[in-house]
C-alpha cells in the first residue's frame, strides 16, 4: 500500500484483557518500529525489527508485551492482562533508508478500563 | 542516557511571520536528528533530517540548523500560513546501528490569520 495501515484505529479493553494490533508497513521497507505516545508525550520507543528479526527490543515495558513479524511484512503487538497505564496511542513505522525518515501509521489508540 | 528538550509552551505566532522552535540535547551528539511534525489523531509526518557534518538544510519554507557544540537545533517555518499550526518532533539518532530515534515530547505551533 501507498502508507502504514494500522488496525484497530481504536481499541477499548477491560482491564485484565489480552489485545492485539496490527501493523501493515510500506512494502518492501525493512524495517520495522513499534513507539507507545502518551497524551503530550512524544513517542516512545518499544521494539525494532528487521525483516522478520526482532533485533531490539529494549523498549517493552513488561513481559506482558510480546510483538512478532513472522513474514517480515506485517507486525503484530500483543499486550497481556492490559492495565490502565497501557493506555496510550501505539504507533507503528517502517524505514526504507535512513535518509528517508520514518512513515509512521496513524497509531491505535488503546483505552483500559 | 539522551534526554531531548523541547518548549513545552505552545508557540504562537502571526502568519506570515517566521517561526523558530528549539531542540535540546544532552550527552553524546547523535549523527543525525530528524524533524516531524504531527497533527491530532495522526501519526508523524516526515519533514528533514540533517547529519553532524551539516551546518544548514532548507526544505521550502522549512529550514534546520545542527550546532552540535551548543547541542543544538533549530527549525525555522518562513512566512508561515495557518496550516503551519502542528505539533512539531525533534527525533534524534540512538547509537545501536538501526536508525532508531529518540524523540523529544514536541513543540506545539499555532499560526494565526
Known amino acids: 500500500g501507498a502508507g502504514v495501515s494500522q488496525s484497530p484505529r481504536y481499541k477499548v479493553a477491560k482491564r485484565g484483557q489480552d489485545v492485539a494490533l496490527r501493523c501493515d508497513p510500506i512494502?518492501?521497507?525493512?524495517?520495522l518500529f513499534w513507539y507507545q505516545q502518551a497524551l503530550g508525550q512524544g513517542p516512545e520507543f518499544l521494539t525494532y525489527?528487521?525483516?522478520?528479526?526482532?533485533?531490539?527490543k529494549s523498549g517493552l515495558p513488561s513481559d506482558r508485551f510480546f510483538a512478532e513479524r513472522p513474514e517480515g511484512s506485517v507486525s503484530t503487538l500483543k499486550i497481556q492482562r492490559t492495565q490502565q497505564e497501557d493506555s496510550a496511542v501505539y504507533l507503528c513505522a517502517s524505514s526504507l533508508r535512513q535518509a528517508d525518515g520514518y512513515t509512521f501509521g496513524s497509531g491505535t489508540r488503546l483505552t483500559v478500563v | 542516557s539522551q534526554k531531548i528538550e523541547q518548549n513545552s509552551e505552545a508557540l504562537n505566532i502571526q502568519e506570515g511571520k517566521t517561526a523558530t522552535l528549539t531542540c535540546n540535547y544532552t550527552n553524546y551528539s547523535p549523527a543525525y536528528l530528524q524533524w516531524y511534525r504531527q497533527d491530532p489523531g495522526r501519526g508523524p509526518v516526515f519533514l528533514l533530517l540533517i547529519r553532524e557534518n551539516e551546518k544548514e538544510k532548507r526544505k521550502e519554507r522549512l529550514k534546520v540548523t545542527f550546532d552540535t557544540t551548543l547541542k543544538q537545533s533549530l527549525f525555522h517555518i518562513t512566512a508561515s500560513q495557518p496550516a503551519d499550526s502542528a505539533t512539531y518532533l525533534c527525533?534524534?539518532?540512538?547509537?545501536?546501528?538501526?536508525?532508531?530515534?529518540?524523540f523529544g515530547a514536541g513543540t506545539r505551533l499555532a499560526v494565526h490569520p
Open positions: 512494502s518492501g521497507h525493512v524495517s
Open positions: 527525533a534524534l539518532e540512538n547509537p545501536g546501528g538501526y536508525n532508531k530515534l529518540i
Open positions: 525489527f528487521q525483516n522478520e528479526a526482532q533485533l531490539d
